[in-house]
């Protein structure tokens, strides 16, 4: 479910318009820049992303729901005017720094964001941005394209296929091959690609001013690099003892299944054993991990599959949440132009995206919906960003975007936390609820192995980027310390032992996509902080975990009034204006789960928590 991309800042790269000269060439700063200058540079800069982005967009739409040479090509294209005209205006507003305190607040609001929101910036050198635009298309669309294929050749299986063994399979061998095979086959096509991109992508960063990418995406959360990473380190201890209850427990349930063979009682988790190919959630393993057999079922997939829901009308389901807040139903042209399923015939990138191409609430989503519980969750995080963007499209291009990024993940999210048991019977999904202790443990196993499970995944991520961004870590230890970090954080290992010049970390969407993932983890907190203040607003009384705003308008009002405001306003600002307060806070999260690590607490009694530093692996059979 943490997988969906949206918003200005994916590859804030611009295009080439009244600020183009010469590659290499540098802004002209003879003379000092005046308040009128920096005016008309900001409103110029808005048409410029306006045409340009637009056109990017709807080129990379249609190469991703039809990947084809032409499609590629013409994706590689609009990319690399993008990226270069971004490298143009960032140096080109170095010259407003010295009066930004003479600037009015929307002027220079716009200048600091286009100098921070790119994640990806051109070298200035034309072939290297024309080179730099031609290893991004081509990492994302070997991806898309990635088949695991038996050794004649046959029986290939695409990405999707591979999950579902991981997902359903209980066959280690089964289980080792399917993982084995997506991380080598996608190592192998995007190492040299990565290797090449990181070169490139940090010349670009260093043309504007940044030591490198890592050093540029941390610049733009309205704090230092430094504080920021503070900050993400802060927000992890609040949460890392709850994460580490549930790793215990289920460790013991996994040994209990598999053996000492297979899962030490010591070690860490193996990342084929629990159910995603990354081990980033562990909802597939709920069946081995559930408290109390016997309540009332919660997954809704049988429930979805009996009443013959189509993809449709699973997003119609997730609309109607949105709608009976007060929001604005979806657009006509959202059901005319959206990608639900995977059309015959065609390669597409199924990770599951949200959409303005044109930005003036041409909302869309692209996925290839599958009639179960998890992408009706994920349907209602990416109509999250949909309503993000009919809320603020009238803004600047600039403002056109989360207050921060982790915002925009948030949103749908936190409307999903609503789903209780009690809403879902009232949509007709549960035939009956149980208001009982064992059925709430059952309900909170079931998100935690998303939510809870998934916070170390989302925070290493970047983590391990900003190390190769840095230098920090050599190429030819680039997937050692990827695992030294998911050992440091999840106490997760992969089925045996990795070769020196694999690269695991391009088994994952969003390296080779370079999407900055730093956003799902904030995420991941910031949309239990938005639930416990939505409900505070609707009057909800009682423990948190039982909250659902579905039909509060007072709700509704207090959510639109913060997607109004974009990122026209500093994250802590908008932040406030939903919550009360300009602090991140973790706590919301160990409130809503306060019942279940109780009882996860009890059931490790007498167990061995934690994992040792070195990882102790799995041993085959």
């Known amino acids: 479910m943490k997988h969906s991309i949206s918003g200005l800042g994916l590859t804030l790269g611009l295009g080439l318009s009244s600020l183009l000269y010469a590659a290499g060439e540098t802004p002209a700063a ?56 971004s490298t143009k205006a960032i140096q080109e507003s170095a010259r407003f720094l010295p009066i930004l305190d003479k600037l009015d607040a929307d ?3 716009q200048i600091q964001l286009l100098r921070t929101s790119a994640s990806l910036v051109a070298p200035t050198d034309k072939a290297k941005a024309e080179e730099l635009a031609r290893v991004t298309t081509t990492m994302d669309a070997e991806y898309g ?7 004649q050749g046959k029986n290939c299986k695409d990405l999707g296929a591979l999950e579902d063994v991981i997902a359903s399979s209980k066959n280690n061998k089964e289980l080792q091959e399917a993982w084995a095979g997506w991380h080598n086959t996608m190592g192998q096509k995007i190492r040299p690609l990565y290797e090449r991109f990181v070169e490139l992508g940090n010349e670009g960063a260093r043309s504007i001013g940044f030591a490198d990418m890592g050093d540029q995406w941390r610049s733009g959360y309205d704090m230092s690099p430094a504080e920021f990473e503070k900050e993400v380190d802060r927000l992890w201890t609040q949460v890392e003892p709850l994460y580490k209850d549930l790793h215990c427990y289920a460790r013991q349930k996994l040994n209990t299944r598999y053996g000492n063979t297979l899962v030490p009682k ?15 959630d562990w909802n597939y393993i709920y069946p081995d991990l559930q408290p109390y057999k016997g309540q009332p079922e919660v997954d809704v997939t049988p429930a979805l599959q009996k009443q013959k829901y189509t993809p449709e009308k699973m997003v119609k389901l997730a609309e109607s949440f949105f709608t009976s807040i007060g929001l604005k139903p979806l657009p006509k042209t959202f059901w005319e ?15 599951a995206s949200a959409w303005d191409p044109e930005y003036n609430g041409d909302a869309r989503i692209k996925m290839c919906i ?103 870590v050599a190429a030819k230890d680039w997937n050692k310390h990827w695992w030294d970090l998911r050992l440091k954080y999840q106490g997760v290992v992969p089925p045996a032992p990795r070769p020196a010049d694999a690269f695991d970390p391009g088994a994952k969407y969003h390296v080779p996509g370079n999407t900055p993932y730093m956003r799902y983890f904030l995420a991941d907190v910031l949309q239990f902080q938005f639930h416990r203040a939505l409900c505070d607003a609707a009057g909800h009384k009682g423990p948190l975990n039982t909250c659902s705003i579905y039909g509060n308008k007072a709700a509704g009002e207090k959510l639109q009034k913060m997607l109004e405001l974009g990122a026209s306003k500093p994250w802590p600002e908008a932040l406030a204006q939903i919550t009360g307060t300009n602090k991140m806070d ?18 490790n009694k007498g167990q061995s928590c934690g994992w040792e530093a070195a990882p102790v692996y799995a041993k085959s059979r």
């Open 337 to 351: 132009r959206s990608m639900f399923v995977k059309p015959e015939g065609k390669d597409v990138v199924c990770h």
């Open 145 to 151: 394209k990635g088949k695991v294929c038996d050794k």
């Open 107 to 109: 002027t220079r609001r």
């Open 586 to 603: 973790a706590s919301a999260m160990i409130d809503y789960f306060a019942p279940l690590q109780s009882w996860l607490k009890e059931q």
């Open 370 to 472: 599958k009639i179960n519980q998890e992408d009706l969750i994920t349907v209602h995080h990416e109509l999250g960003h949909n309503y993000y963007y009919l809320y603020y499209y009238d803004k600047p291009m600039l403002y056109q975007s989360g207050a921060n990024d982790g915002f925009h993940e948030a949103i749908g999210d936190a409307i999903a936390l609503s789903m209780t048991p009690d809403y879902l019977k009232k949509v007709g999904l549960l035939e009956t609820t149980a208001d009982n202790q064992k059925a709430i443990i059952n309900s909170q196993m079931q998100r935690a192995l998303d939510k809870v499970a998934f916070l170390p995944w989302g925070l290493l991520v970047d983590k391990w980027r900003w190390d190769v961004f840095s230098g920090k």
């Open 30 to 85: 003879s003379k000092p820049a005046t308040v009128e200058e920096a005016k008309a540079f900001v409103a110029q800069v808005d048409k410029d992303l306006r045409r340009l982005l637009v056109t990017q967009s709807k080129a990379d739409w249609a190469k991703q729901t039809n990947i084809t040479a032409e499609t590629e090509a013409a994706a590689a294209v609009a990319n690399a005017e993008y990226l270069s005209y």
């Open 266 to 280: 010591k070690g860490g988790l193996p990342a084929h054993l629990v159910g995603n190919m990354w081990a980033q």
